[in-house]
């Protein structure tokens, strides 16, 4: 869990983002411990790179992530998919946008926030990998590996993303070879969850 801070500059095709955690815990749980890393080496450090308007980031700068933080998650790549992909011009209630690598979005009967709507997308996307780099060796793992992800994002017309909930599955088979003795398997699903305080004035931290 953590908060972020972004600050955002108009630039040719899309923003340029600097952004920083102002706070952050993390842990994780085995059967045998609790395993919860000191991130004050991290907080403050700053991320910097460009959005594009479909919601691509493209990093620039990452701040140095200590050792043990590394080893519970991958905080260095923390804001390469947090912004959700968005669809290239504005959908009606209903309709569908998919693209040739697997993404689809559709747009959600609308809510509403103090009157204004607030327009609701679902998003579904797959992905898959042959091979992964590994710092042991010089060639790349070779697996298959499926990722699927279910999610939805909620956008404000005036101030933007609201909102965004995701559900990832990764499953993986690593079949035996030069680095892996024995073939391994391995599913592990990932709930993550963004909401943005709009009581923080958008020039607040400019």
């Given at each position: ?55 691509v ?37 209903g ?10 979005i ?76 024995q ?13 943005r ?10």
């Amino acid at each position: 869990t953590g908060v972020w801070i972004f600050r955002a500059t108009s630039a040719r095709g899309g923003l340029v983002l600097e952004g920083w955690l102002e706070s952050l815990a993390l842990w994780r749980r085995s059967a045998e411990t609790t395993i919860r890393p000191d991130t004050d080496g991290l907080v403050g450090g700053r991320y910097r790179g460009t959005l594009s308007r479909d919601g691509v980031y493209s990093s620039r700068a990452r701040p140095f992530v200590p050792e043990e933080v590394a080893e519970v998650a991958g905080m260095a790549n923390a804001l390469d998919d947090f912004f959700p992909p968005l669809p290239p011009g504005s959908l009606h209630t209903g309709e569908v946008w998919t693209d040739s690598a697997g993404l689809r979005i559709q747009r959600m009967s609308d809510s509403a926030l103090s009157g204004v709507p607030l327009y609701r997308f679902s998003l579904e996307a797959k992905r898959k990998t042959r091979s992964a780099d590994v710092g042991y060796d010089t060639l790349p793992l070779q697996l298959h590996q499926t990722t699927q992800e279910r999610g939805s994002f909620v956008w404000h017309p005036l101030v933007g993303l609201v909102g965004r909930e995701r559900r990832i599955v990764v499953e993986t088979t690593v079949p035996a070879g030069r680095s892996v003795a024995q073939a391994v398997r391995s599913k592990i699903e990932q709930r993550i969850r963004v909401r943005r305080d709009l009581g923080v004035p958008p020039n607040s931290c400019s």
